[in-house]
Every structure is written in structure tokens, then in C-alpha cells.
């Protein structure tokens, strides 16, 4: 296998980048000077990622890509990652963003909406960070930040599952940290609301 040339450029990567919080996500580190890979979840919302791509790197004249993957599934989220990686070397920032919701009173949730909740807002943020932090351990530099919400610390009526799998993520935040900073690691959460 050919040696991958590492990017002389810093390079993230943001779940879930296609809209909304992503894509303010994508167009902040494009705009200080980062190759950003662009994760959306489906062929449906691939052209979306690819026409932010091209938005950003025309106008802040950085590579932008879209990366088509559903963090949900380890052996999607595997390969993207190591499609971000041949891309450009290394990813330095991760950004666990990608998240969804199936809002119904606790009494009435099924349990499939319980843990399509839990399985694309919580354990995605966890493989996604086990997956990166090996190689950010070797370089002894890495970024990873996750966005929570204030419904994980406060609770919200009819999000019971949303609200458990954000106070999950808020509380992984923490647990890496303390496992990661000794090797130049931060790993922060972000709260909007």
C-alpha cells in the first residue's frame, strides 16, 4: 500500500455537516483554513453535502469533500474514516454532530424509536472517537467535540429518548477526557439551547 502523504493543512471531520448545526460546523473550520470531510447519512442528502462542498471550497479555497456514510452502522463509520484518512492523511478534529429525533410521550414511545435515538445519537459518538483517537494518540495531537444539548442536563418533555442519549454524550465527554489529555487530546462538548 502506497504511503499516504500527510495534508500540510489541518483536517476535520463533521458528522452530520450536510444542514443545520453541521453545516455552521463545516463552514466555521473551512473558514480558518481546515479541509473539512463533510459526513451525511444517505444517497438523499449526498448532493446537499456535495453542494456545501463546493460552496465552501469556492469561496474559502479549501478541499471540501462529502462523505456518504451512516454513523450508526461500525463498518460505514470505519470506512469513512479511513476514506477521510487516504484523503488526506489524518483527521485532527473530530466533530460528533449527527444526531436525530423521534419525539412521543415516554407512556406511547416505542421502543424502536427509542433506540434508533440512542443508536445515532450516542454509541456513533463513541465508535466515531475510539476509531480517531488511535491515530491522534500516535501524533499526540487531537480535537474532539461534541455536540450536546441543554435537554441533556435539563430534561424536555416527549424526548425522553433524546435527552438520555445527550446526557450519555455529555458524560463520554468527560470520561475521554480524562482518559486522552495526558496525550494532547481535548475532547469538549458543545451545548446549543
Given at each position: 500500500?502506497?504511503?499516504?502523504?500527510?495534508?500540510?493543512?489541518?483536517?476535520?471531520?463533521?458528522?452530520?455537516?450536510?444542514?443545520?448545526?453541521?453545516?455552521?460546523?463545516?463552514?466555521?473550520?473551512?473558514?480558518?483554513?481546515?479541509?473539512?470531510?463533510?459526513?451525511?447519512?444517505?444517497?438523499?442528502?449526498?448532493?446537499?453535502?456535495?453542494?456545501?462542498?463546493?460552496?465552501?471550497?469556492?469561496?474559502?479555497?479549501?478541499?471540501?469533500?462529502?462523505?456518504?456514510?451512516?454513523?450508526?452502522?461500525?463498518?460505514?463509520?470505519?470506512?469513512?474514516?479511513?476514506?477521510?484518512?487516504?484523503?488526506?492523511?489524518?483527521?485532527?478534529?473530530?466533530?460528533?454532530?449527527?444526531?436525530?429525533?423521534?419525539?412521543?410521550?415516554?407512556?406511547?414511545?416505542?421502543?424502536?424509536?427509542?433506540?434508533?435515538?440512542?443508536?445515532?445519537?450516542?454509541?456513533?459518538?463513541?465508535?466515531?472517537?475510539?476509531?480517531?483517537?488511535?491515530?491522534?494518540?500516535?501524533?499526540?495531537?487531537?480535537?474532539?467535540?461534541?455536540?450536546?444539548?441543554?435537554?441533556?442536563?435539563?430534561?424536555?418533555?416527549?424526548?425522553?429518548n433524546y435527552a438520555a442519549a445527550k446526557a450519555g454524550v455529555a458524560g463520554l465527554t468527560r470520561a475521554l477526557a480524562r482518559e486522552l489529555a495526558s496525550r494532547n487530546i481535548t475532547v469538549n462538548a458543545v451545548a446549543p439551547?
Open positions: 500500500m502506497p504511503k499516504i502523504e500527510k495534508a500540510a493543512f489541518p483536517v476535520a471531520l463533521v458528522t452530520g455537516g450536510s444542514r443545520g448545526i453541521g453545516e455552521a460546523v463545516v463552514r466555521t473550520f473551512a473558514e480558518a483554513g481546515y479541509a473539512v470531510a463533510i459526513n451525511c447519512s444517505s444517497e438523499k442528502s449526498l448532493e446537499a453535502a456535495e453542494n456545501l462542498a463546493a460552496e465552501v471550497t469556492k469561496v474559502h479555497g479549501v478541499e471540501t469533500k462529502a462523505v456518504c456514510a451512516d454513523v450508526s452502522s461500525f463498518q460505514e463509520a470505519a470506512a469513512m474514516v479511513a476514506e477521510v484518512q487516504a484523503m488526506w492523511g489524518r483527521i485532527d478534529v473530530l466533530v460528533n454532530n449527527a444526531g436525530i429525533t423521534r419525539d412521543g410521550l415516554a407512556m406511547r414511545m416505542k421502543d424502536e424509536q427509542w433506540q434508533e435515538v440512542i443508536d445515532t445519537n450516542l454509541t456513533p459518538a463513541f465508535r466515531l472517537s475510539r476509531i480517531v483517537m488511535r491515530s491522534m494518540m500516535k501524533a499526540r495531537f487531537g480535537r474532539i467535540i461534541n455536540i450536546v444539548s441543554v435537554v441533556g442536563s435539563m430534561g424536555n418533555a416527549g424526548q425522553a439551547g
